[in-house]
């Protein structure tokens, strides 16, 4: 089960834990998935995967590498309850969340995102606003007899004073339509058939406009995968059609890591598929991308490499 290889494998630069810029933990949890199965495979595909990164970024014309990447040993979940496994997820988030680190989580369902909130939160001492990316809203209070369901992550967020941005949704129920509207949230929601309309891209301008106005410099990006198009991720548990491409997803956490200050994020949902590789590739090299837009393009913080 831990037998994973670190993050980007034997081609990135080595360094310990104390030289490393970014720590990646890994979380294989699928405690209460509901459809598909699978997302506890996600970490390991990913780390595979990240083997075969090309390190140089022609985007940023340099080696994201080179900022140190040191991989975590997983978090384990066992047959843990929910609630255990999330204290188990900020046990292991809370050092490198105290060492500045960029801290990149790597899923497993998208509950796990909430160990890592409470971490971060614990360690700086102040909130900080929430980019999500996600087909579904996940504003469900409890779901399948949990608070700790993937289908209810934002309400925990909401639950902690931890403001949002969501984007790419197009399945959402009527009960979470209603606790957008009654909450004020609905100028925060950028949904997906809107964007579909806006292929140039001005939808991202105002994204980052909505995250300035939540009023915190700091943002952490929770990615569920399948707020791509499924052509792009079929593995993931709930796929949906529509969905962000690839390039105007960069293009966003480029656009927000230059204006805001990322802190970290996680990418959930890899139900990995066996004997096809581009989801676990795509997963990889979105980790990668946006570890490099975050240490090179934007507001000085702790973490930021030179
Ligand atoms: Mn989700």
């Known amino acids: 089960m831990t037998d994973y290889p670190p993050f980007a494998g034997d081609d990135a630069k080595p360094v310990s834990y104390a030289e490393a810029r970014v720590a990646v933990l890994p979380v294989p949890y699928e405690g209460t998935v509901t459809y598909g199965r699978g997302a506890a495979g996600g970490p390991r595909a990913i780390l595979e ?9 022609e985007e940023l014309d340099r080696r994201i590498d080179e900022a140190g990447i040191a991989t975590l040993p997983p978090v384990e979940p066992g047959d843990a309850g929910p609630e255990e496994i999330m204290e188990r997820i900020r046990q292991a ?3 490198p ?8 989580t790597l899923g497993g369902e998208h509950s796990i995102s909430f160990g890592v909130w409470r971490a971060l939160l614990e360690a700086r001492g102040k909130p900080f606003a929430i980019l999500q990316i996600d087909a579904h809203a996940d504003l469900r209070p409890t779901y399948g007899g949990t608070p700790h369901s993937h289908a209810s992550i934002m309400a925990r967020a909401h639950d902690l004073g931890l403001p949002f941005v969501q984007v790419g949704l197009r399945a959402v129920s009527g009960g979470e339509r209603d606790f957008l509207r009654r909450e004020g949230l609905e100028p925060n929601v950028f949904w997906a058939h809107r964007i579909a309309g806006e292929r140039d891209g001005g939808w991202i301008e105002r994204v980052v406009e909505r995250l300035a106005a939540l009023g915190h410099r700091d943002v952490y990006i929770t990615i569920d995968l399948d707020g ?4 792009l991720v079929p593995a993931t548990g709930t796929p949906e059609p529509g969905g ?3 390039y105007e997803t960069l293009a966003l956490l480029r656009k927000v890591a230059e204006d805001r200050c990322v802190i970290g994020f996680d990418v959930t949902e890899l139900a990995p598929i066996p004997g096809l590789h581009a989801p676990d590739y795509l997963a990889a090299r979105l980790a990668y991308k946006l570890m490099g837009y975050a240490l090179w393009e934007g507001a000085p913080q702790g973490a930021r490499a030179p």
Request: glycine share 4%.
């Open 97 to 104: 969340a105290r060492d500045g680190k960029l801290l990149v």
């Open 49 to 57: 995967a990240s083997v075969q990164l090309e390190m140089y970024d």
């Open 244 to 246: 962000l491409q690839w």
């Open 228 to 231: 791509l198009d499924p052509a």
């Open 93 to 95: 988030a809370l050092p």
